[in-house]
């Protein structure tokens, strides 16, 4: 398979913590990798040293061959990442179908108030009601975020990570604080991105929808690598296992 993206020996240490210790990963065009580890096992800071906002001691990130290492964030989002993050964090003052308009302008020009009042956004309007509808919103083009349930949030702030048409998404817990339906109909709709081409790395705690939907995992503990490989395979790996047990109460 070929691959998209190539985290090599990366490390980052705050202060006297490693929070990343030598870790390599690749990701294959068309995969959908699950990430997990207990908490603290530094899989936010690995997913922000590939999106630019961390800046990591040592090692390199390579997207489909070109070495991201020194760019910041906007020219790597240019570039094909997207992240939708831990904690959803829309613009309160626009509802659902502006944030989504915002995000698909933010492609074309980096300064969000001029993409907002850009003359014609009837092209990024249509685009941005067509991923609000694929994401199950359909029912709330113009609800602000204050009204909207957190599972409507999330499902909103994956609408925005689209809008950037990113050759790789990277969802940070995405079912975080939902119930289990809701934690099931989202891992569907992953699930069925997925099946349309779009490559994804999933951090997730929510184990039994991780094993479900991933054929695939990868495992960091303590910032260290500790498995990778099949998804029945890495569950049975008695490390990963023993990194759980009492660790992790939310798996
Ligand atoms: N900006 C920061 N400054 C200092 N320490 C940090 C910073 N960000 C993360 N850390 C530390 O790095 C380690 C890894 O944190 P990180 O948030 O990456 O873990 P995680 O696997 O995403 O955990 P969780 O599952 O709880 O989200 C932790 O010890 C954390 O306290
Ligand atoms: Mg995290």
């Known amino acids: 398979m070929k691959s998209l993206l190539e985290i090599k020996n990366v490390t980052v240490r705050f202060g006297g913590v490693t929070a990343v210790d030598g870790v390599s990963l690749s990701l294959g065009k068309g995969e959908l990798i699950g990430f997990i580890g207990p908490n603290g096992a530094g899989?936010?800071?690995?997913?922000?040293?590939i999106t630019g906002m961390v800046k990591p001691n040592e090692g390199e990130v390579i997207l489909e061959g070109k070495d991201l290492s020194r760019l910041p964030i906007h020219e790597r989002v240019s570039s094909g990442l997207s992240l939708a993050q831990q904690i959803v964090r829309p613009l309160v003052s626009f509802h659902a179908l502006d944030n989504v308009i915002l995000a698909c302008g933010k492609k074309k020009t980096e300064n969000v108030l001029s993409s907002l009042f850009h003359k014609d956004t009837s092209e990024?309007?249509?685009?941005?009601?067509?991923?609000?509808?694929?994401?199950g919103l359909a029912d709330s083009f113009y609800n602000f975020p204050e009204?909207?349930?957190l599972g409507h949030l999330k499902r909103l702030e994956l609408a925005r990570a689209l809008a950037l048409d990113p050759k790789l998404l990277l969802l940070d817990e995405p079912l975080a604080g939902l119930n289990q339906l809701e934690a099931r109909k989202?891992?569907?709709?992953i699930v069925t991105l997925n099946q349309k081409g779009q490559s994804i790395?999933?951090?997730?705690?929510n184990l039994k929808e991780v094993i479900r939907i991933c054929k695939k995992i990868y495992v960091q503990d303590n910032g260290r690598f500790l498995a990778f490989g099949e998804t029945a395979e890495v569950m049975s790996?008695?490390?990963v296992q023993n990194a759980y047990l009492g660790k992790n109460k939310n798996a």
């Open 43 to 49: 899989k936010t800071t690995l997913m922000r040293v």
């Open 201 to 205: 790395l999933l951090i997730e705690h």
């Open 147 to 149: 009204t909207m349930p």
């Open 186 to 189: 989202l891992s569907d709709l």
């Open 237 to 239: 790996n008695i490390e």
């Open 124 to 135: 990024e309007s249509e685009k941005a009601k067509d991923l609000l509808t694929q994401v």
